[in-house]
């Protein structure tokens, strides 16, 4: 396809299909990549029976949401068990449906919760996601010329190489730095490379701030960034993140994306940081996205406003396609139409489903306290640990977070600081934490996946 810099477009056609001309694209599809899973996994299919279906019963949606949900502990479990029968995680029993000699690549979860679950990919898999990637890229305005710097992990993380490989076949050009050396290393290259767009985690780029003029004597506003994309995590989608990020770097745009090596992929229009309408699901071509409900599992119509866990079903896939795939990522889908002319819902992450709380009954999720924390910077830092002594969801009140004032606060000033923070939490938290003070950068800095919840015999 012949494209020119000025197109607004990477994909015209995909992009601004009406939800019946997508609808129609996504079934036709759905019926081929059904067989394939049938006849190459013995999980999936093993999906069909329990339906007393087979794939060629499929005739309509009502008939693809009796199709059991598949789960990531499934996809663990197989994989174990298939590493300590056949020496590698791959075999039939899995959802990997491809024999080892068609996989080119191996992506791994981040491990955040526990053991990395792999996905293998064959060439035709990596082709796809090269174009959802430059699809999302040239939507925010990259084009050839553009340097690009990977500021997050390249360590077998989905959103490592797959991701520069996508700026690649963009046209722009990929710094592959990885936030694996170290702050300085990051900051160093941004220094050496001045890309014009930076790809971290929210969470890394909060600490790029507070760190950039001690390691390299210059403040983050002068790194000459256009664009920031905060992904990997909740964050980019919270308003006072997305301020912090704005003024700290500059005016550099701030653009919320999904990080996934996977074909479900989602970015958001250029809007201010004042701002955040979601992201635009940018690829339903080879993805069906559902919302389902946590605890039954039974599906919730994808009308404006509503909240549900998403699943995920590969079209076109071949190493590992996610079949109605509970990813455990709690979605918030809207209908309104966006003025950019692109077509379908737009998402926003509102947390992770196992990473609910309930604390008197009231359902918490650390994306919440984040949100409410961030409103008292500078007086805070804004880095904080939830502090539970048994995993959630219950929790025995007081909720404890330990979290630090910010630099040149006193104790008289913690006091006031607390007071007004308790009676802020209860009018929209609708809890009464205890708040552990400790002094500016006692809490440790992480450059992956930062996680908010700790547990601890302490707490």
């Not at 299919?45 to 059991?68: N, Y």
Request: proline share 6%.
């Amino acid at each position: 396809m012949a494209r020119q810099v000025t197109d607004k477009y990477w994909d015209p056609k995909v992009e601004t299909m009406s939800a019946d001309e997508i609808a129609a694209l996504q079934f036709e599809r759905l019926k081929k990549q059904l067989v394939y899973n049938y006849n190459n996994s013995l999980l999936y299919k093993s999906k069909f029976e329990q339906a007393g279906m087979k794939p060629e019963d499929v005739r309509s949606w009502e008939d693809f949401r009796r199709i059991p949900i598949t789960g990531k502990d499934e996809q663990k479990r197989t994989q174990e068990e298939s590493t300590a029968e056949l020496g590698h995680p791959f075999g039939p029993g899995t959802i990997t449906c491809v024999p080892q000699d068609k996989i080119v690549r191996l992506n791994s979860t981040s491990g955040t919760t526990g053991t990395p679950t792999l996905y293998a990919l064959t060439q035709n898999d990596v082709n796809i996601m090269n174009e959802l990637h430059a699809r999302r890229l040239w939507m925010v305005g990259i084009r050839p010329g553009h340097r690009v710097l990977q500021g997050l992990s390249l360590s077998m993380f989905t959103g490592g190489l797959p991701l520069s490989q996508g700026i690649m076949h963009s046209g722009a050009c990929a710094v592959p730095v990885g936030a694996d050396g170290g702050t300085k290393r990051v900051l160093d290259f941004i220094e050496i490379t001045r890309p014009h767009a930076l790809f971290t985690t929210p969470s890394f780029a909060q600490y790029v701030l507070e760190q950039c003029k001690k390691l390299i004597g210059k403040e983050a506003s002068e790194l000459g960034l256009q664009w920031v994309f905060p992904v990997g995590e909740p964050g980019a989608g919270n308003i006072e993140v997305r301020k912090i990020l704005a003024k700290g770097f500059g005016g550099a745009h701030i653009c919320d994306q999904t990080g996934g090596g996977h074909s479900f992929q989602g970015a958001e229009c250029l809007e201010p940081p004042e701002v955040y309408s979601g992201m635009h699901f940018t690829s339903a071509d080879h993805c069906i996205l559902e919302l389902l409900d946590p605890k039954t599992r039974k599906n919730i119509d994808m009308v404006d406003g509503a909240v549900g866990e998403m699943a995920m079903t590969f079209l076109e896939w071949e190493g590992t396609p996610f079949q109605r795939y509970a990813y455990g990522d709690l979605l918030q889908i809207s209908t309104t139409p966006c003025n950019c002319g692109r077509t379908g819902i737009r998402f926003k992450i509102v947390g992770r489903a196992d990473d609910m709380l309930i604390v008197k009954g009231v359902n918490v999720f650390p994306e919440a306290i984040k949100k409410e924390i961030l409103k008292f910077v500078p007086r805070v830092t804004g880095f904080f640990k939830i502090l539970l002594d048994k995993p959630g969801p219950s929790v025995t009140p007081p909720l404890k977070i330990r979290i630090e004032y910010g630099q040149g606060i006193e104790g008289k000033d913690i006091a006031a600081l607390e007071e007004e923070m308790n009676k802020a939490f209860k009018e929209t938290v609708r809890i009464n934490p205890k708040f552990i003070w400790v002094a500016p950068e006692s809490i440790p800095r992480e450059t992956k996946k930062t996680k908010l919840i700790e547990i601890t015999e302490a707490a």
